[in-house]
């Protein structure tokens, strides 16, 4: 609260940069991209498995847990 107060006295307005928050991708958006963009193409099948796992167990499943 403290962080806002100061920002809305420098002159800055807290509601725009709300705004901009809510078009940043969610965590499952970021991840779904990583595997499918530089992943997939960038990296052989064994290691594309390996990305996969570690989003599946360590990120995906923590997300779930906290649901």
Do not use: W
Not at 47 to 63: G, H, M, V
């Amino acid at each position: 609260m403290i962080k806002i107060l100061a920002r809305v006295n420098d002159g800055n307005d807290p509601s725009t940069e709300r705004g901009e928050e809510g078009t940043s991708p969610t965590v499952s958006q970021f991840c779904k991209f990583f595997i499918e963009r530089p992943v997939k193409t960038h990296l052989q099948p064994t290691t594309q498995a390996k990305y996969q796992r570690a989003i599946d167990l360590f990120i995906t499943k923590k997300l779930a847990a906290e649901r």
